[in-house]
């Protein structure tokens, strides 16, 4: 009698079971259970507001071309330093310290018979990786984030000169120049900050680039040894050539459209929303402004015509004047770039610090090589032009000191 | 959205004609036809719809074939066997040849083959038609550190070891072709073991060592523990000597048992790659991973009239480190599945998972999916 009570009870429980089962699967059709779409503005790799739906396509494809991972089959190498974009650039924001490149050359001789102007770390079988001669000008760079590159690239010419005040003329300490570069000879005069006359950097810790498609190019060649046909011959390690089968690939590595694709998903990569505004950030912010630190971070800088309409005419709160700064003796990396000397480093943007941590494993890694943990070590660590910046911030009591750090860090 | 639902539509109509079709199956083995004493032959497929996402956006690949392929064995003597199997799988997606071997049994307790056969890594790599399993997907163990299906050419014996604590014990040794340098020349991002998993060649023509060895504690439990070892490494290159040979290691442990009426069922497995020095911080030299999984028969039969259907439940947890040295790449992930069986060999799937996908800076990526598929030998 127990043995049939017992076994209608399991039969009732298994039907209860698939009742569950399947009532709980419904549900998963519905719900959250198949992941939801993160909040637009939290994350660094969500395209601007106001794309077509063209450009929006092109953004996918972008993405994808910019996660892909190179396989040695596929033409890594011979010798590089990560397989992918996104590798370099966690989740489109920065690097960390175990991504930074070392750039490296003998005063403005980019130093290319000995491997120069960057070292690669890594080689396939057959090939050897490089390592840095003796004497040489060494400067080491996180990678920076990437979202945003667009309204940068947008930005005019005149709008960044307007900032300029290269002999100091207004005395105020801080000088500021542009970084005058020549692009490279495979960008077209059409292509934003190509062409044969020099251009005004905005890309690159020093400026030192122009066009952002040749920044694209560069990064497929020195930091993934991938082949384009703007840059169709291999990298190799002048000091130690990799077999010939080493790198079997057919050349370019990569076409046109997948370089295309990459600019232009950079290019409508949105920056994260700001916080939202607290009375301590308002403060902060009044203080940040009180302590000249706008004297280079340049709160809002308005963008010029471009061809995606929806990064085009905007206002944009980058905190960067894209100038050239001396930093002082204990930021000198000593290593000319382009016009760019040994001391001088372009006004680092501040956006995106917000949500930053949550990319880096919780950890913040700020300044041209990540030396930084902190906003406020940061703004220790500023010298030269930015001294007086810092010193009005060492200034201030402690809780000026905290409301200035939370305004910067809810950019 | 039309065409989706369009093709949920085309996928039950066939599948009602596929489950309805063909003769019945006897036991839980698959349909074959003709005669297994002589030439018996078969085949199954497998459709997937499914509605992934990788957090929030829907993949726009809904449809695929999840395995197709077919088989013919021949009894060429009371000793000798010989068979054939061949599969388009997604997880490699390519067509596999599966078996190509000729059996030739010794004594009851020993025999040899030879030919193309499925390496012995594991229940998972030996038992992973779909109809028979009752997940849509295979565990990450199996598709990222396994490589299933993982078919080799090669030869070697199998047979029974007698009984060790009361327990009867059963082998497998071969020598196989072995993995090939693709675990690092063509994975992206990362050592990848399914990417140099070889069929019928040998880019490195030094042969791997596989076997299993395996106790049966009691008629539904089994213990098994697999590896295969070999040199997987190009040396030279255009006659140019390139590297030093290098050694890839696979190690599994493997479980099924039943217990309080439940299926059991759970696989670990470790990887070991002697990477070369180049590309080492970023190609992994250890990796590991575990699934567990546990199923129940729900309604046996699915109706009163309905003889020989089943409905069963099943959950599964499996996780993988694909770089044992950094805190990311790694997949974490559950699964769950509801198996309508309206006879043996042929299953109407509704499964759902919920994965987290970790990149090597660590940063976390949900995706999910709810998945209809119906597999079936004809």
């Not at chain 1, 698939?18 to 790799?45: H, M, N, Q, S």
């Not at chain 2, 957090?55 to 064995?73: C, K, Y």
């Not at chain 2, 299926?263 to 070369?276: G, K, W």
């Not at chain 2, 409905?311 to 805190?327: C, F, Q």
Request: charged share 20%; glycine share 12%.
């Amino acid at each position: 009698m127990q043995s049939a009570i017992s076994r209608r009870w399991g039969c009732w429980l298994d039907r209860a079971a698939v009742a569950f089962c399947a009532g709980a699967l419904l549900a998963v059709g519905c719900g959250k259970l198949l992941t939801t779409e993160p909040e637009l503005g939290e994350r660094f790799d969500q395209p601007v507001a106001g794309l077509d739906n063209g450009e929006l396509g092109d953004f996918q494809d972008g993405q994808v071309q910019f996660r892909r991972a190179f396989s040695i089959g596929d033409g890594l190498g011979p010798i590089f330093n990560n397989s992918s974009c996104a590798s370099c650039h966690s989740g489109d924001g920065r690097g960390r310290p175990e991504n930074v490149l070392v750039r490296f050359s003998r005063g403005v001789d980019l130093a290319l018979s000995e491997g120069g102007p960057q070292i690669q770390t890594r080689a396939v079988p057959g090939a050897h990786s490089e390592s840095l001669p003796v004497g040489v000008d060494v400067s080491h760079r996180l990678p920076p984030a990437v979202f945003g590159v667009g309204f940068i690239e947008a930005i005019t010419e005149s709008t960044i000169l307007s900032h300029a005040d290269p002999s100091d003329s207004d005395q105020d300490g801080v000088s500021g120049r542009p970084n005058w570069v020549t692009p490279a000879p495979y960008v077209p005069a059409t292509e934003p900050g190509g062409g044969t006359a020099p251009r005004i950097g905005r890309f690159g810790r020093k400026a030192q680039v122009a066009a952002l498609m040749q920044q694209v190019v560069e990064a497929y060649h020195q930091d993934m040894g991938v082949t384009s046909p703007q840059r169709p011959t291999e990298n190799v390690n002048p000091l130690a050539p990799a077999v010939p089968g080493a790198d079997d690939a057919e050349d370019p590595e990569v076409g046109d459209a997948q370089v295309h694709d990459v600019s232009q998903y950079l290019r409508m990569l949105a920056p994260p929303t700001p916080g939202e505004w607290t009375d301590a950030r308002r403060r902060g912010e009044t203080l940040f402004a009180g302590a000249r630190c706008t004297a280079c971070h340049l709160p809002t800088t308005r963008t010029g015509y471009h061809e995606i309409e929806a990064i085009s005419g905007r206002d944009v709160a980058i905190y960067s004047d894209f100038l050239l700064h001396d930093m002082g003796d204990g930021l000198a990396d000593n290593r000319p770039d382009g016009d760019a000397d040994g001391r001088e480093w372009r006004t680092a943007p501040l956006w995106g610090l917000r949500i930053a941590r949550e990319f880096l494993n919780g950890e913040l890694f700020l300044l041209h090589d990540g030396r930084a943990h902190t906003v406020d070590e940061a703004i220790r660590l500023h010298g030269g032009e930015g001294a007086a910046a810092r010193d009005a911030f060492l200034a201030l009591p402690p809780s000026d000191r905290a409301a200035v750090l939370d305004f910067v860090e809810s950019r | 959205m039309r065409t989706r639902v369009a093709g949920y539509a085309i996928a039950v109509a066939a599948g009602t004609i596929l489950l309805w079709s063909g003769p019945a199956a006897a036991g839980g083995a698959p349909i074959v036809h003709g005669r297994p004493d002589k030439i018996a032959w078969g085949a199954y497929g497998e459709i997937r719809i499914a509605e992934d996402r990788v957090r929030g956006v829907t993949d726009p690949e809904w449809f695929s074939f999840g395995r197709v392929g077919g088989f013919l064995t021949a009894r060429a003597s009371s000793r000798l066997d010989l068979a054939a199997e061949g599969a388009y799988d997604r997880s490699s997606e390519d067509f596999t040849l599966e078996r190509l071997e000729a059996a030739y049994r010794l004594r009851p307790s020993l025999g040899f083959h030879a030919g193309i056969f499925l390496v012995p890594l594991g229940r998972s790599n030996l038992n992973h038609e779909s109809p028979l399993y009752e997940f849509d997907e295979r565990s990450l163990v199996a598709t990222q550190l396994i490589g299933v299906p993982h078919a080799q050419l090669g030869a070697g014996a199998q047979g029974g070891l007698g009984t060790a604590n009361e327990w009867p014990l059963t082998f497998e040794v071969d020598v196989v072709t072995g993995y090939g340098e693709g675990i690092v020349m063509d994975a992206a991002g990362g050592t990848r073991i399914a990417s140099g998993r070889l069929n019928y060649g040998d880019d490195n023509g030094v042969p791997a060592l596989a076997g299993r060895i395996a106790a049966h504690p009691s008629q539904n439990t089994e213990i098994g523990l697999a590896a295969e070892t070999g040199r997987y490494n190009r040396t030279v290159i255009d006659g140019v000597e390139v590297d030093q040979a290098r050694y890839a290691h696979v190690v599994v442990a493997d479980l099924a048992s039943r217990a309080a009426g439940f299926d059991v069922a759970a696989e670990a497995a470790v990887v070991m790659v002697d990477v070369p020095p180049g590309i080492g911080t970023l190609y992994a030299e250890r990796q590991w991973g575990a699934a567990f999984e546990a199923s129940r028969p729900l309604l046996n039969p699915l109706f009163r009239s309905w003889k020989g259907s089943s409905l069963t439940g099943a959950i599964r947890a499996d996780a993988v480190d694909l770089d044992r040295a950094i805190l990311g790449d790694s997949r974490m992930r559950v699964s769950a599945s509801l198996n309508a069986r309206p006879r043996a060999g042929t299953v109407a799937r509704v499964g759902w998972y919920y994965e987290l996908r970790r990149d090597r800076f660590n940063n976390e990526t949900p995706a999910a999916g709810l998945t209809l598929s119906l597999s079936s030998y004809f």
